[in-house]
């Protein structure tokens, strides 16, 4: 069993949902990531999205596309994410690493490539955004040969007959697109995703994931009453924005901001028990 | 290998999932990808719809004034000593350019889905005008995505679109040029999917993209096979035609393609020198990847991220190429060559001087490789070059490369 479907499982048995957040690898500055990373699951982060930045990211809103520039200003390419996830790995066995980003890096590099380093590295999942699984056919074979997830998306516009076809190829956890648009754009509405997972929940048995729109406590205890996991990105990603110029002060924000979610999910969860 | 993929290549390329070879595909995010079948099969309903060929035809005729002539630029072909040298003018298309061909045909197209919101991404503004040109006409709201710095370099062109109607955004993420435009159209389109058809300039993006626009651009090659034929009783010996995506070439190229004895040239911007690597010549100089929803060369560092391209012409001023080109380029179809700004502005002057014809500096590109082929070729031999758009939009350009400043 995968470290994700692993964590699913005793997160399920203790009757508590998923809290992932998402950052972008390199963002403000290179050296920042794993400290972060290692603040993020003390703040309770149960699984963590770890963004390789883009020179195009055309599914992103204004936040994740600035976080993606700072980090490309450091020249923060594929491969150093990697080594990070390989450090971060150093201190922490138990939390899966989900790779988030699109086709073109890991294209570059060679799924073969990739899926040998990804794997020596210790990531658990990964998911691009830009690659439907009409097109993952080789990738999606290199990385079962792996144990990697490959993760993939369902979105509001996404027809019952498509979902049961993605639900066949996903592997960890399907992440659930709550809004049509970009990251960061809108507020959710609870009742439409709330519809939408239901269909989705016929389809397969994968905990179901549900990000975009989520911006606090309030927001992400609303989702944790339908989801299996809650995924929080951009609201994170303007708080690392924020402290750019404060660095030491960043991990203790970053986290107290996701601890607040972390809370009210856990409210929820226990008034649900 | 050649033969084997051009025998029955119209039945085969794109095949069902929009491939041509390795090329092509589906490569957008999940909110998109009914949106782009849906395209797909409005585009297979109406593609061979009598109704909608009759529509189209009429506006080609008589709103674009099609047929383009075909002219043969005798002062030019006797001073190269060679060849005799058709153009193609598609610079005397309404909007000045073969750009118009495409929006006509996916405006009609988004007439009959019931979207009344159309979107575009442009760079020098060309496929934002001839958008907002049949936006205006169709009586559609039209929203254009230009590059901030493109709007600073081409606010002609960006007052043309706002007089016909259009909303003009600037884009001032990433390089804040043509492929930043393509990504902020793309998040338009996923937040606005409902209600909006996004008409994509050029023969790249998703599938069906470059398979549609690629129909509706062959046009140039259908009648510039007949007029060729019926000038000269033969075939032509070689086409030229600049590539920026690559819309005009494969509009000329595509009804040649089975037949083998025609060379095909698509000559891409070399900007300032392919080894400075200051240039837009991903077929000569890139590798594959994927962006914008296809698989293709593009330009691009060795950790695939997307590099900035350089042209002297704005409309090739862009990273990747329509995914087609890629796969005439490996199975050795099509020949792809680069020229510089210096080249390509040298046979700009050229043609106005001896044809009176003041030709786009995109379209400056294949007439700079024409100048170096037609002496290499007897004086029995024809090429055609697809003129494909009138440099009327380029005269500050030509302009600051002299020093003069309007």
Redesign the interface.
């Known amino acids: 069993m995968s470290r994700i479907s692993q964590c699913f499982k005793s997160l399920k048995a203790d009757g508590q949902t998923a809290l992932i957040p998402y950052i972008t690898a390199g963002d403000p500055e290179p050296w920042v990531t794993v400290p972060l990373l290692h603040a993020l699951v003390d703040a309770g982060a149960d699984i963590i999205e770890l963004g390789i930045?883009?020179?195009?990211?055309?599914?992103d809103?204004?936040v994740i596309?600035?976080a993606c520039?700072r980090a490309?200003k450091n020249d923060v390419?594929?491969?150093h994410v990697l080594k990070m996830v390989k450090q971060f790995r150093e201190k922490n066995k138990e939390t899966p690493i989900v790779l988030m980003g699109?086709?073109?890096?890991?294209?570059?590099?060679g799924y073969q490539n990739f899926a040998e380093l990804a794997k020596d590295a210790g990531v658990d999942g990964v998911l691009t955004?830009?690659?439907?699984p009409?097109?993952s056919d080789e990738f999606r074979q290199i990385m079962d040969e792996h144990e990697i997830d490959t993760i993939?998306?369902?979105?509001?516009?996404?027809?019952p007959e498509?979902m049961a076809t993605?639900a066949s190829f996903a592997r960890g956890f399907i992440y659930y697109?709550s809004i049509?648009?970009?990251t960061g754009?809108a507020a959710l509405d609870v009742s439409e995703v709330s519809q939408k997972l239901a269909q989705l929940r016929d389809k397969t048995q994968l905990p179901l994931g549900v990000g975009f729109g989520i911006r606090d406590g309030k927001s992400a205890a609303a989702v944790s009453e339908i989801a299996d996991a809650v995924v929080v990105g951009s609201t994170l990603v303007r708080c690392i924005e924020e402290h750019a110029d404060k660095l030491d002060e960043l991990p203790a924000a970053v986290a107290g901001l996701l601890a607040e979610m972390r809370h009210a999910i856990n409210a929820r969860d226990l008034a649900s028990a | 290998m050649l033969e084997q993929h051009i025998h029955d290549y119209f039945k085969n390329f794109p095949d069902s999932r929009g491939h041509f070879g390795p090329y092509g595909g589906r490569f957008v995010g999940e909110t998109l990808m009914e949106a782009i079948y849906e395209l797909e099969q409005a585009y297979q309903q109406y593609r061979d719809d009598p109704d909608f060929l009759a529509e189209m035809d009429k506006d080609l005729s008589t709103f674009v004034g099609r047929p383009s002539p075909l002219y043969l630029a005798e002062n030019w072909t006797q001073k190269l000593g060679g060849a005799q040298i058709y153009l193609k003018r598609e610079d005397l298309n309404h909007t000045g350019a073969h750009k118009v061909n495409n929006t006509i045909g996916q405006a009609l197209l988004a007439k009959r889905m019931g979207k009344n919101r159309i979107i575009a991404e442009t760079g020098a503004g060309q496929h934002g005008v001839a958008t907002a040109t049949v936006a205006a006409r169709l009586g559609m709201e039209c929203v254009v995505y230009m590059g901030a710095e493109d709007v600073e370099r081409q606010a002609q062109n960006v007052y043309r679109m706002k007089l016909l109607g259009a909303q003009v955004i600037p884009v001032k993420s990433g390089s804040r040029t043509l492929k930043d435009a393509l990504n902020e159209a793309l998040r338009d389109w996923v937040t606005n999917v409902d209600d909006t058809f996004y008409i994509i300039g050029t023969v790249a993006g998703p599938h069906p993209y470059p398979a549609m626009v690629r129909d509706f651009q062959s046009v140039i090659g259908r009648e510039a096979k007949q007029q060729v034929m019926e000038k000269t009783g033969k075939l032509p010996d070689a086409l030229l035609a600049c590539i920026g995506g690559g819309s005009n070439a494969i509009g000329l190229f595509y009804p040649f393609i089975e037949d083998e004895s025609v060379a095909m040239y698509g000559v891409e911007g070399a900007g300032h020198g392919i080894e400075t690597g200051q240039h837009s010549a991903p077929l000569s100089a890139g590798k594959p990847g994927v962006l914008h929803g296809n698989r293709t060369y593009l330009m691009q560092d060795e950790n695939g991220e997307i590099i900035e391209t350089h042209s002297i012409s704005a409309g090739l001023d862009y990273p990747g190429v329509g995914p087609e080109h890629a796969w005439l380029k490996d199975i050795g179809r099509a020949n792809y060559v680069s020229v510089t700004d210096d080249e390509a502005l040298a046979a700009f002057h050229e043609l106005t001087r001896t044809e009176g014809i003041i030709p786009a500096l995109e379209s400056s590109h294949a007439l700079a490789y024409a100048s170096k082929l037609a002496p290499t070729m007897s004086s029995d031999q024809t090429l055609v070059i697809n003129l494909s758009g009138r440099g009327d939009k380029d005269m500050h350009t030509v302009a600051a490369m002299a020093g003069l400043n309007f």
Do not use: W
């Open positions: 930045p883009f020179s195009d990211p055309m599914c809103g204004p596309q600035k520039e490309l390419s594929i491969k699109y086709a073109n890096p890991i294209e570059a590099m955004v830009d690659v439907p009409e097109e993939y998306l369902v979105a509001p516009t996404t027809s498509r993605i697109v049509k648009g970009v754009a």
